[in-house]
């Protein structure tokens, strides 16, 4: 059974967007069967939102500042989202906070990527944060949004070793090379329907998944 090409994602994005790109770039090459209906930033400088232009992707952008309160602006960028319809909405680099209110009617159909191997270094700077443990391992994951910040269910994840020598800059370039196949693989399942989120946990292909997929060196989940 093919994925629907109407497959409708929205995408949320605060930066530089490169997570993006990877699944535009997916798409326009054929092995991503899926459509982006729209990009939302709370910056209006967000690099993310030029490329959803030279896309010719709806790029929103929509100040923090101007609403009364956290849950007030969450309320009004997810209008914009639900505006779009989107099957699946995902967080590439989306550095806001979001309130319950929004994430909990939306759990099931909304992911996040998080730049190390949950349930380790959540939060900020998880590159500094992985180096000044020791850590011998690092990496990516996918997961469900909750109201737990960085917290969701973990679909799945993609290792990279921390090398002698490394700083955040070289680590965190190693990771983000990861996190684009991750991403657009994940995704794929996703628009798939083979990935769901159940009462207890991530189910893949209708059972339980036991532990998160883990992205191999050939972009294949192992
Ligand atoms: C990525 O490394 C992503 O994992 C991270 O921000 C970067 C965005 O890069 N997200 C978080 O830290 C969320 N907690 P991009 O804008 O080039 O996709």
Redesign the pocket.
């Known amino acids: 059974m093919p994925a629907p090409a109407s497959f409708r994602i929205a995408v949320l ?8 790109q990877a699944l535009l770039d997916a798409i326009a090459a054929g092995a991503l069967d899926a459509q982006v209906v729209g990009v939302f930033s709370d910056r209006a400088q967000a690099p ?1 939102l030029g490329r959803a232009r030279d896309a010719g992707i709806p790029a929103h952008a929509l100040s923090p500042r101007g609403h009364a309160s956290r849950d007030a602006f969450d309320a009004a960028l997810f209008d914009a989202v639900d505006a779009s319809a989107p099957d699946l909405i995902i ?5 806001r906070l979001l309130g319950d209110a929004v994430v909990a009617p939306r759990s099931v159909r909304m992911i ?4 190390s191997l949950l349930p380790d270094f959540k ?2 700077h ?1 590159h500094r944060q992985a180096l000044a443990a020791g850590a011998t391992r690092h990496g ?1 994951s996918v997961h469900f949004v909750t109201a737990d910040l ?1 917290g969701g269910p973990v679909i799945a994840q993609a290792a990279v070793p921390v090398l002698e020598g490394d700083d955040e800059a070289s680590l ?1 370039a190693r ?2 090379e990861r ?1 684009h196949p991750l991403l657009v693989e994940t995704v794929r399942l996703l628009a798939w329907r083979r990935i769901a989120l159940g009462d207890d946990g991530v189910h893949f292909d209708g059972r339980p998944l036991q532990a998160p997929l883990q992205l191999a060196a050939n972009n294949r989940f192992a």
């Open positions: 994005a605060s930066g530089r967007g490169s997570n993006l993310a967080c590439a680099g989306y550095m996040n990527i998080h730049p939060g900020l998880t990516a960085d965190s990771v983000l996190e």
